[in-house]
């Protein structure tokens, strides 16, 4: 499958972002899908999940009660809800999907596909 990342860009503190991401594939719905991001000079890391049926949903610490993940499989496309921004939301935000079922979902490695990623600039 390919996923398509979009919405990234330049916001100020405390504005918001949608992020979309599209796949190719109309199977989608079979797919476990998730955000990372990766900032300058960082790891990629995990920002959320959410299960193919949506739900469940899991969020990292560091997003949680600002950023919401959500899903349209008719429309196989993922969203990242991404409100009260702070500058160290900084980084590329990348999709991905996962067929795997019943594993950590948090961990980089159950992700088969990627998408380019898109960036999100945060000024203070």
């Known amino acids: 499958v390919q996923l398509q990342a979009s919405g990234g860009g330049l916001v100020q503190a405390g504005g918001s972002l949608r992020l979309s991401c599209a796949a190719s594939r109309r199977t989608f719905s079979v797919y476990a899908m998730g955000w990372f991001r990766q900032a300058p000079g960082k790891e990629r890391e995990f920002v959320a999940h959410?299960?193919?049926?949506?739900?469940?949903?899991d969020y990292a610490d560091s997003v949680k009660g600002r950023f919401t993940i959500s899903r349209d499989n008719a429309k196989n496309t993922v969203y990242l809800r991404m409100n009260s921004l702070k500058p160290e939301d900084t980084a590329v935000y990348y999709c991905a999907a996962s067929v795997l079922s019943g594993v950590y979902y948090r961990d980089l490695d159950v992700y088969a596909y990627w998408g380019q990623g898109t960036l999100v600039t945060v000024s203070s």
């Open positions: 959410i299960s193919w049926s949506g739900g469940s949903i």
